[in-house]
């Protein structure tokens, strides 16, 4: 397979062949060495504050620093717009979801795409509640598909109503391309506010803003080579003149007294405090590297894309999200009778970073109906060679890993003795890989749950899949999970419950037995309240 890649050596990280297959850009990407070497000098040699000094050093800093905006708006042909710095997408939106006015607001509800990120969302969910607004999410075909059909549905919902839309470029769960220029067309047209999250496009693509007439546009630098830490808010001058400053303090004022301010102009007026000038100088050899390559880029990485939707395609139990055309790059995907974050734990042992979860997007998964999928995204460092290398490590962990595909799991197993020897070999076990096994193979002693007895009212959110847990009529606890690996944790649990007298000590427990130390933040938020309720109703 062809490993050449023009882009590969210019990240430090491809320097080592011990790192693993870096398969996560949508979650962050890799460093430029120009954006480090930018940073470095800036921090050894060049380093003062802006705005605040007449010496050279400080003038020069601040010169660098405001050249950056004038960068970004020529790279995104937004010269009639304000750019705006901020600590990323996430504080961008929130800048803009507090400073809108009741005047700004022609129509009565928000519109939302049901792919969007957390931080599309909650923003909105506070405005829609401070100004008794509804919130309408635009709704996409099963699996994640966007077509035609979803177009003309979401135009048609852009009606006299609305009051404000908020799309991202680009899904960060399934890679598709959202056509956010018709959007904001049709946003227009009915004097409704446009929103766009160009997080996981700027990278990928060339983006216009004169094409799309959004009102803001926002990004992250840390998905587009850059640092983390950073971003920028790219809005229209009127619609910016209009909002109010989100944080206050120093530098964001024109002039102040003890009892009242009067804020600067923006973008200074939504600057407030010293800010993350080193990230900033950064972030332009970001944007000199992705102008001057985007195209090769574009064509790398579709070359990628073809070749892993090919992959992933040829095994029927696998359950692909998303478009498989029209896509950035990204492709999510899930086993329908595997557990799936026992894949991703044993692709990262094999050396393939790749994100398991529910990608900050949990209203959408309710509304597909699984737990959380798998997610590869590639970057323009990715080679034909990473994708056949995360195939083929793939298809050895699928047929090395214990698969459960039954409903109600395994032959239910009734020695102790034997349990306890498990569990004993789990406070021995010295790796996740084979405490996991033995987790497994513990699994065999949980009382399951009957599906038809597992409902809403049973049913836990958390621990990155889904659990039930239910007492039967002799007093006895039952549960149930679609991963093999929560079946075990749950048979721990239950089984240490009678030694482990309170909740603390069921966490140390766990502690002692080496096993909360390998939990992700979801599943440790799971387990704790799996505990709770437990021992609420012991």
Not at 164 to 187: E, Q, R, T
Not at 233 to 249: D, E, H, I, N, R
């Amino acid at each position: 397979m062809q490993t050449n890649n023009v882009f590969r050596t210019r990240f430090p990280y491809f320097s080592s062949k011990d790192n693993p297959i870096y398969l996560d850009t949508a979650a962050t990407s890799q460093k430029l060495q120009s954006v480090i070497d930018r940073e470095y000098m800036f921090v050894t040699s060049q380093y003062a504050s802006v705005h605040r000094a007449m010496y050279s050093t400080a003038t020069e800093a601040t010169q660098e620093y405001e050249n950056v905006r004038l960068d970004i708006a020529r790279w995104l042909n937004a010269i009639d717009h304000d750019v705006v710095f901020t600590s990323g997408a996430t504080h961008a939106l929130n800048i803009v979801a507090n400073g809108i006015q009741p005047v700004q607001l022609k129509g009565t509800k928000i519109l939302i795409c049901e792919s969007e990120h957390h931080a599309n969302i909650l923003p909105w969910q506070a405005l829609a509640k401070k100004y008794s607004l509804q919130i309408e999410v635009l709704r996409l075909k099963p699996n994640g598909i966007f077509d035609e059909d979803c177009l003309e549905q979401w135009l048609s919902t852009i009606d006299d109503t609305c009051a404000l839309i908020a799309c991202a470029h680009v899904s960060n769960v399934f890679g598709n391309i959202y056509p956010v220029d018709l959007l904001c067309k049709k946003a227009k047209q009915v004097n409704a506010i446009s929103i766009i999250d160009g997080t996981q496009a700027v990278a990928h693509k060339k983006v216009d803003l004169s094409q799309i007439d959004c009102d803001c546009y926002v990004f992250s630098g840390h998905k587009m080579y850059a640092s983390t830490g950073v971003g920028a808010l790219v809005g229209k001058q009127v619609f910016m003149s209009t909002l109010a400053p989100y944080s206050v303090g120093g530098e964001m004022v024109a002039s102040a007294s003890f009892t009242s301010y009067t804020a600067q102009s923006s973008p200074l007026k939504f600057e407030a405090g010293t800010p993350n000038i080193t990230a900033v100088l950064g972030m332009a050899s970001a944007i000199d590297f992705l102008r001057e390559n985007v195209d090769e880029i574009d064509v790398m990485k579709n070359r990628c894309f073809a070749y892993l939707d090919e992959l992933l395609s040829q095994n029927r139990n696998i359950r692909l999200l998303g478009n498989p055309h029209n896509n950035i790059g990204i492709r999510s995907f899930y086993f329908r009778e595997i557990d799936n974050h026992q894949i991703a734990l044993q692709l990262w042992e094999r050396g393939i970073a790749l994100r398991y979860g529910q990608h900050c997007a949990m209203p959408l998964f309710e509304n597909l109906g699984i737990t959380a999928c798998l997610r590869v995204s590639l970057g323009c460092y990715t080679t034909l060679d990473d994708i056949e290398s995360f195939a083929k490590t793939l298809a050895d962990v699928v047929k090395s890993s214990e698969i459960d595909t039954t409903s109600n799991g395994p032959k239910r197993l009734s020695n102790k003795n034997d349990a306890n020897a498990i569990i004993e070999k789990i406070k021995l076990a010295n790796d996740w890989a084979s405490k996991n096994r033995l987790l497994m193979h513990l699994s065999a002693f949980l009382s399951l749950l009957p599906e038809l007895e597992r409902s809403s009212e049973n049913k836990f959110n958390g621990c990155e899949s889904q659990v039930w847990i239910d007492k039967s009529q002799h007093n006895s606890w039952r549960a149930y999970s679609d991963s093999k690996t929560v079946r075990g944790l749950l048979a721990f649990i239950l089984l240490k419950l009678p030694d482990a007298k309170t909740k603390k000590s069921m966490q140390d427990v766990l502690f002692d037995y080496g096993l909360d130390k390998y939990f992700s933040v979801g599943r440790k938020s799971g387990v704790a309240k799996i505990i709770e309720f437990l021992y609420d109703n012991v």
